[in-house]
């Protein structure tokens, strides 16, 4: 198997024997090196959105992000997804430095590899919850029988099998945020990035609508990155992270 002094690490699940050889390793789905943000407020003040952030999250790893409100968590995903710019470190997707990207590359990339989930749905009122579903398809000019099929299987998990051609504004927050998350798996991401996936939703729904999520994501073997406030709902994922004023540590559990 050996090929210009290269083994796989693992091989039909079973470990490479020599420790001592170099490995293919999957990249990890995102990484931060020494990463900071600062946004220039009233005029010209920096603020210091995000400071020397480092990590890497492996493939299938889910991690939550708590913190208090302006720590810097959306800014935390804003980065992550390429919205928003480091004002210093690399930011890598899929092992992809976004620096070396032009905005082209970057957008395709970030459309083939992330999914995202907001708070406040965007979901089209006006549309079905089958339409709004598959919208990212209709954005990759892939719309035929198969995105068709894999949103009503979407949904279906979600328990919305019966709510396909309703218009969105009949549906509750918590069946809404449903077909966010439908929508925002729709293309098998690699990450998913939430941000209160369930701010708006009350604790109960919001816990559904968070386990949901974790199931989906298990199944799916999708990186799941998500801010709640809720230490509770933080607890289910594999590992919390805290936000201070920009710093990051870990705070809980790597299991
Ligand atoms: N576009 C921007 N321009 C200027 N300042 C910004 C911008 N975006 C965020 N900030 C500032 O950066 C800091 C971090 O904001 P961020 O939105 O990441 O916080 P957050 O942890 O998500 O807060 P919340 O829990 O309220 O959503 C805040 O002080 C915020 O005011
Ligand atoms: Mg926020």
Same mark, same amino acid.
């Given at each position: 198997?050996?090929?210009?002094?290269?083994?796989?690490?693992?091989?039909?699940?079973?470990?490479?024997? %020599?420790?001592?050889?170099?490995?293919?390793?999957?990249?990890?789905?995102?990484?931060?090196?020494?990463?900071?943000?600062?946004?220039?407020?009233?005029?010209?003040?920096?603020?210091?959105?995000?400071?020397?952030?480092?990590?890497?999250?492996?493939?299938g790893?889910k991690?939550?992000?708590?913190?208090? /409100? $302006? /720590?810097?968590? /959306?800014?935390?995903?804003?980065?992550?997804? $390429? #919205?928003?710019?480091?004002?210093?470190?690399?930011?890598?997707?899929?092992?992809? %430095?976004?620096?070396?990207?032009?905005?082209?590359?970057?957008? &395709?990339?970030?459309?083939?590899?992330?999914?995202?989930?907001?708070?406040?749905?965007? &979901?089209? /009122? *006006? +549309?079905?919850?089958? =339409?709004?579903?598959?919208?990212?398809a209709?954005?990759?000019s %892939? +719309?035929?029988?198969?995105?068709?099929?894999?949103a009503?299987?979407?949904?279906?998990?979600?328990?919305?099998?019966?709510?396909? =051609?309703?218009?969105?504004?009949?549906?509750?927050?918590?069946?809404?945020?449903?077909?966010? #998350?439908?929508?925002?798996l729709?293309?098998?991401?690699?990450?998913?990035?939430?941000?209160?996936?369930?701010?708006?939703?009350?604790?109960?729904?919001?816990?559904?609508?968070?386990?949901?999520?974790?199931?989906?994501?298990?199944?799916?073997?999708?990186?799941?990155?998500?801010?709640? *406030?809720?230490?509770?709902?933080?607890?289910?994922? =594999?590992?919390?992270?805290?936000?201070h004023?920009?710093?990051?540590?870990?705070?809980?559990?790597? *299991?």
């Open positions: 198997m050996a090929r210009d002094g290269i083994v796989p690490s693992t091989l039909n699940g079973v470990k490479a024997a %020599d420790p001592g050889m170099p490995t293919i390793e999957s990249p990890p789905a995102l990484s931060f090196e020494n990463v900071s943000k600062t946004f220039l407020v009233s005029g010209d003040i920096p603020l210091a959105a995000l400071r020397h952030v480092s990590f890497r999250i492996p493939q790893r991690v939550a992000i708590i913190g208090r /409100s $302006g /720590s810097g968590k /959306s800014t935390l995903l804003h980065l992550s997804a $390429g #919205i928003e710019w480091p004002t210093e470190g690399a930011i890598r997707l899929m092992g992809r %430095d976004l620096a070396g990207l032009g905005d082209r590359e970057r957008t &395709l990339l970030r459309r083939e590899t992330v999914g995202l989930v907001f708070q406040f749905f965007n &979901l089209l /009122s *006006h +549309l079905s919850v089958r =339409d709004n579903v598959l919208l990212p209709w954005i990759a %892939d +719309l035929g029988p198969a995105a068709a099929s894999r009503e299987e979407l949904l279906a998990r979600v328990g919305l099998a019966g709510r396909l =051609d309703d218009p969105i504004r009949k549906l509750s927050g918590g069946e809404m945020q449903r077909v966010a #998350i439908c929508r925002a729709l293309r098998r991401p690699k990450l998913l990035l939430a941000d209160e996936p369930t701010g708006s939703l009350d604790d109960e729904n919001g816990r559904v609508v968070m386990e949901q999520l974790l199931s989906l994501s298990s199944q799916e073997k999708t990186t799941l990155v998500y801010v709640t *406030h809720s230490p509770e709902l933080a607890a289910l994922a =594999d590992e919390t992270w805290t936000l004023s920009g710093l990051l540590e870990l705070t809980g559990g790597r *299991h």
